[in-house]
């Protein structure tokens, strides 16, 4: 208990002090949302969007729901501000176990917020546009569905962010855009819309879509090992 008490106070304390870079967090969600929620809300159906453009978008947007903006973030390269707060950590000490449970807690916090705010956003301004557009129970499970991606996407996030250094986690953040890129443009060309996939499954199944909940386990699955594996490795890595 004292650990997670800990981990609330490295959390509250780096909110208060980014607490202005907030601003840009709200700003990006709604903007991301306003610019999927047109591209969506133009077509008469949802189920002819087979533009990778909109896989490519929901690809790359949704795991951003999982941190908020902060000094840290905006400065990892120039500065390699992960390594630094590392570093202050272990001269405190601070445990390691601390430190992941307080990103964890982050991740948890910039998941509500920035999911209300991205998620909220979009089905406001489709609404608006194409009132057809959405069932609200399925735009939950619909929400839920990519949270699983999220989870599984910000578990490869935060190995990178705490394992390397700015400049690596910059080249492997450009990588990872390749490839979803390529993922989505390859899943159209043979008639797959992951856009289309997962509305369709929410509609049918509601709660009890096999997609979501296949995409909620694999996605806390897949965070579970990633946060064991840092937490191996980050014992071990010289900050030096």
């Given at each position: 208990?004292?650990?997670?008490?800990?981990?609330?106070?490295?959390?509250?304390?780096?909110?208060?002090?980014?607490?202005?870079?907030?601003?840009?967090?709200?700003?990006?969600?709604?903007?991301?949302?306003?610019?999927?929620?047109?591209?969506?809300?133009?077509?008469?159906?949802?189920?002819?969007?087979?533009?990778?453009?909109?896989?490519?978008?929901?690809?790359?947007?949704?795991?951003?729901?999982?941190?908020?903006?902060?000094?840290?973030?905006?400065?990892y390269?120039k500065?390699?501000?992960y390594?630094?707060?590392?570093?202050y950590?272990?001269?405190?000490?601070?445990?390691?176990?601390?430190?992941?449970?307080?990103?964890?807690?982050?991740?948890?916090?910039?998941?509500?917020?920035?999911?209300?705010l991205?998620?909220?956003?979009?089905?406001?301004?489709?609404?608006?546009?194409?009132?057809?557009?959405?069932?609200?129970?399925?735009?939950?499970?619909?929400?839920?569905?990519?949270?699983?991606?999220?989870?599984?996407?910000?578990?490869?996030?935060?190995?990178?962010?705490?394992?390397?250094?700015?400049k690596?986690?910059?080249?492997?953040?450009?990588?990872?855009?390749?490839?979803?890129?390529?993922?989505?443009?390859?899943?159209?060309?043979?008639?797959?819309?992951?856009?289309?996939?997962?509305?369709?499954?929410?509609r049918?199944?509601?709660?009890?879509?096999?997609?979501?909940?296949?995409?909620?386990?694999?996605?806390?699955?897949?965070?579970?090992?990633?946060?064991?594996?840092?937490?191996r490795?980050?014992?071990?890595?010289?900050?030096?």
């Amino acid at each position: 208990m004292e650990r997670w008490k800990d981990a609330w106070f490295i959390f509250i304390k780096d909110l208060q002090n980014d607490r202005l870079y907030l601003i840009w967090n709200v700003i990006f969600m709604l903007y991301a949302s306003l610019m999927l929620g047109i591209f969506i809300g133009t077509r008469e159906e949802v189920e002819l969007v087979m533009n990778p453009m909109s896989d490519f978008m929901m690809l790359m947007i949704v795991p951003f729901t999982g941190f908020f903006f902060s000094r840290r973030s905006f400065n990892y390269i120039k500065e390699n501000s992960y390594t630094q707060m590392l570093r202050y950590y272990r001269e405190l000490p601070i445990s390691v176990r601390t430190v992941l449970r307080s990103r964890l807690i982050q991740l948890g916090a910039a998941m509500l917020l920035n999911g209300i705010l991205f998620y909220g956003g979009l089905y406001l301004v489709t609404y608006l546009m194409n009132s057809n557009t959405w069932d609200f129970g399925a735009f939950i499970v619909f929400c839920f569905t990519w949270t699983g991606y999220s989870l599984l996407i910000n578990g490869v996030f935060i190995f990178c962010e705490l394992l390397m250094s700015g400049k690596v986690y910059l080249g492997l953040t450009f990588l990872l855009m390749l490839v979803l890129g390529v993922t989505a443009i390859v899943m159209n060309l043979n008639g797959v819309n992951l856009m289309t996939f997962t509305l369709e499954s929410s509609r049918r199944y509601l709660v009890l879509s096999p997609i979501m909940w296949y995409s909620l386990v694999v996605g806390g699955l897949g965070l579970t090992y990633l946060l064991s594996l840092t937490r191996r490795r980050l014992i071990k890595r010289d900050l030096a």
